[in-house]
């Protein structure tokens, strides 16, 4: 289960953004709502960036499993039949 990234019941904040006036005509064309797609995207960079942090803080520790992983095999080798 994932851990909230933010809180989707916080109040909206107004605030001033400077976009390509050309994306912006198409997109208002497309009826592509701004907050939310900006809300989404933002979540999902949001999401990546502690994926990327989590994996850097981690690198080490992976690094050794996978390596035990190699040299002694996982404790299921001499169990499975396929």
């Known amino acids: 289960m994932e851990a909230k990234l933010f809180n989707p019941n916080a109040p909206k904040k ?42 850097e803080e981690n690198r080490e520790a992976i690094e050794v499993y996978n390596r035990r992983i190699e040299a002694d095999g996982v404790f299921s080798d001499g169990l499975r039949r396929f």
């Open 14 to 55: 107004p605030t001033n953004l400077t976009i390509n006036s050309d994306l912006l005509q198409k997109a208002r064309e497309h009826h592509i709502n701004l907050s939310q797609t900006l809300e989404l995207r933002l979540a999902e960079l949001i999401r990546e960036e502690k994926r990327r942090q989590w994996l």
